[in-house]
């Protein structure tokens, strides 16, 4: 006797091939169980029966034909848990993923769900075939999603989670340690993607960037803050920064990167630029 497929869930079909099943199953003499529960036959002949597998437990379970009450020899069949899909397919560090599939379970304390070898850092069950982990720190790349369950089956998905931690990137139209910088231009900060504000809202015109851009006067060894007016415009991702800079000074800008994030949530890079006004 042979069944296919090997592994599967409950409600879906079994087919057992064989010989001599007779052409049509006799009530009350003719079977079939999986683990010791009877399955719905859904097709019998003399050679194949298609069945659906009941409700079982997680794991393996014999798979016996009755033909005339006698029992035929068994065959393990597995109750496995299976990943259809999950999304979304790009992501950062701290992404909630959505995973669909089979057989997860009622427990979240018996699943664990890992991203190549990292343990996600919070799991939560849906329903019994879906899911949300939420991605850990880790490097950018490729990684195969993988569900496990305590003392029962795992399952590595067929499609793998890109990972893109790369902060977005500032280029400014000044360079570190510059001189001579014209005081009637503004200062553009162009980034490589759009800017977003930490809870993914976009930034919006010069309302949203007073704690991101800081500029200081340096004075000896003193700085002096310098009131700027700072604006975003994401049709070219530019953030151009006015202030009322004095000829012949020595200036300090610094953007805190850490409040600004790209699409995918991942924090922007910090920067320091020093430079001089000319006479």
């Known amino acids: 006797t042979e069944i296919s497929p090997s592994r599967g869930f409950p409600g879906s079909e079994l087919i057992i091939r064989g010989d001599d099943f007779r052409a049509a199953p006799i009530s ?5 169980t999986i683990g010791g529960v009877n399955a ?14 009941p409700e079982l437990a997680l794991g393996t379970h014999p798979v016996a034909v009755t033909v005339n009450l006698y029992p035929s020899a068994s065959v393990d ?8 899909a999950f999304s979304p397919a790009l992501a950062t560090s701290g992404t909630t993923i959505g995973i669909r599939g089979k057989n997860f379970g009622n427990d979240p304390s018996k699943v664990q769900v890992f991203f190549g ?3 996600a850092t919070e799991v939560v069950l849906i329903t019994l075939d879906s899911l949300t982990a939420v991605v850990p720190e880790l490097p950018s790349g490729a990684y195969a999603i993988s569900v496990e369950i305590a003392g029962g089956e795992s399952v ?4 793998k989670l890109t990972v893109d931690n790369t902060p977005p990137v500032p280029v400014f139209s000044v360079e570190h340690l510059s001189e001579n910088v014209d005081t009637d231009k503004s200062i553009d900060v162009t980034y490589n993607e759009r800017l977003y504000l930490e809870d993914g809202n976009p930034i919006v015109g010069c309302d949203d960037l007073g704690q991101v851009i800081s500029l200081f006067k340096l004075i000896e ?8 007016e700072a604006c975003y415009s994401p049709n070219n991702t530019v953030i151009s920064i006015n202030a009322a800079l004095e000829t012949d000074s020595f200036y300090k800008l610094m953007v805190d990167g850490t409040k600004l994030f790209d699409e995918l949530g ?7 630029i020093l430079f001089t006004t000319g006479a």
Not at 28 to 32: F, L, Q, R, T, Y
């Open 77 to 84: 069949f597995t109750i496995a848990v299976e990943i259809e």
């Open 28 to 32: 009350g003499k003719d079977s079939v």
């Open 117 to 119: 070898e990292y343990s």
């Open 266 to 272: 991942n924090r922007g890079k910090d920067t320091l």
């Open 221 to 228: 060894s003193s700085e002096e803050s310098v009131l700027l």
């Open 156 to 159: 590595v998905g067929r499609t």
């Open 40 to 53: 719905e036959v859904l097709d019998w002949t003399d050679t194949a029966i298609t069945v659906r597998v």
